[in-house]
């Protein structure tokens, strides 16, 4: 029964997290272009706004890995509740909507749930990168590295307050 339960609470967070799956809304704009193959690889998750199934996340990670027909195999990983806590290990499958930039994407989870995915900003080396979506809700700062200084996060976190991201939830991931 408490597995039913645990499901449905991660059923309903992604349900949330694709309820709003439009064109990007005013003060969206997307990186101008991502190198996909480039933005391929592990990315250490900084800050993020917790869902049902990655509250209280330690170590967290995102690695993607272009698939022959072109979508993007996702791991997100990370430890639960501290950093010697249980691994949790997801696999959503991403789909670049606009190839022209290759900053839109939807994140398919458990292979029926569709979610927004928008590359918000990526710098040039694609060495840091903050992902939106389109309710301003759910944001992601991630670097290759697993350390980022406080200026650099500062700036990356400004990139969501430009945009009028609701951050009250957003936390700092810990990574050890």
């Given amino acids: 029964m408490k597995k039913i339960c645990s499901t449905l609470i991660i059923i309903s967070g992604i349900l949330l997290l694709a309820a709003c799956t439009s064109n990007p809304v005013p003060n969206q704009e997307l ?64 789909t670049i909507v606009n190839t022209d930039t290759n900053a ?21 080396d694609h060495n840091f990168t903050v992902i939106g979506h389109p309710n301003r809700k759910y944001a992601w700062i991630m670097s290759r590295d697993s350390k980022i200084n406080e200026q650099r996060y500062s700036e990356l976190r400004g990139e969501l307050e430009e945009r009028e991201y609701e951050l009250s939830n957003f936390v700092r991931m810990q990574h050890k």
């Fill in 31 to 94: 990186a101008e272009k991502v190198d996909i193959e480039e933005f391929m690889g592990t990315w250490y998750i900084h800050g993020y706004t917790p869902t049902a199934i990655d509250k209280e996340a330690w170590n967290g990670t995102e690695t993607y890995e272009r698939l022959p027909d072109g979508k993007i195999q996702t791991t997100y990983a990370f430890q639960k509740g501290s950093p010697e806590g249980k691994r949790k290990t997801y696999h959503p499958v991403g």
């Fill in 104 to 124: 839109e994407w939807r994140m398919r989870f458990f292979g029926i749930i569709n979610a927004a995915y928008y590359v918000l900003y990526v710098d040039t």
